[in-house]
């Protein structure tokens, strides 16, 4: 954990700050279209942040969060899709997440995100059921779905579904969870100069985190995904 409070603080304060525009040049091949939709699919994914543990019919989280994927910048298919001189380690996407409770132990939700000085936004939806509510003395369990879409670059039509299955269990001020994610990018080039078959990837990941509550009503989370990359995030915002 210490590590991913380190990623993203360096992430954060100091890498935010250098153009990465993306798109879709003259010379790029079949392998490096492939490898890029995946990675920038897994960085785009709408990511929980958040326990198991349902909002309730009363419920709201508003939350700004940074999640910063550790990508293969030194991989040649970043520097073929990516309109600059330099591909930084991370890249952090800065996102607004806003959730309701609902009857029933269902929770739904929304991103926005845009990355600085990039062409990169983002938006998503997500829905979250609570099959184990969680009491004292047992944890809660939760299935979700969520979608996203990448929104802004020309060149480039991607999106993700995702399917998550969720447990957590409060301690005091803290709410320990983790869960396994699996993953369906789909993506395709839109240059007319370019003729690249549509991609479609399959990914798989775990993660866990912890929600820590310092006085009512504000939450912070740190939370870690396991995957072909790493993924940090950070979340900070109002939970009633």
Do not use: C
């Amino acid at each position: 954990m210490k590590k991913a409070i380190v990623a993203i603080i360096f992430v954060i304060w100091v890498h935010t700050g250098y153009a990465m525009d993306i798109s879709v040049p003259d010379s790029a091949t079949q392998n490096e279209f492939k490898d890029f939709v995946k990675e920038v699919g897994y960085a785009l994914t709408f990511n929980p942040m958040a326990p198991a543990e349902p909002l309730n019919i009363t419920g709201f989280d508003i939350s700004l969060e940074v999640v910063a994927t550790d990508i293969s910048d030194s991989k040649g298919y970043w520097k073929t899709f990516i309109d600059g001189t330099d591909v930084d380690t991370f890249l952090p996407v800065p996102r607004l997440h806003v959730q309701k409770g609902l009857p029933m132990n269902i929770d739904i939700g929304a991103i926005y995100a845009s990355v600085p000085d990039s062409n990169i936004k983002l938006w998503g939806i997500e829905a979250k059921w609570a099959l184990l509510e969680g009491t004292v003395a047992t944890p809660a369990l939760a299935l979700r779905g969520s979608y996203s879409q990448l929104s802004g670059v020309d060149d480039i039509d991607l999106n993700t579904m995702s399917a998550d299955i969720l447990v957590s269990k409060g301690l005091l001020m803290f709410t320990p969870y983790a869960g396994a994610s699996v993953i369906r990018v789909s993506g395709s080039e839109n240059n007319p100069d370019v003729d690249l078959d549509d991609e479609n990837e399959l990914l798989y990941k775990l993660l866990g985190g912890v929600q820590y509550s310092p006085f009512p009503l504000l939450i912070l989370n740190l939370e870690v995904s396991f995957g072909e990359v790493m993924q940090y995030g950070i979340k900070g915002g109002l939970r009633f």
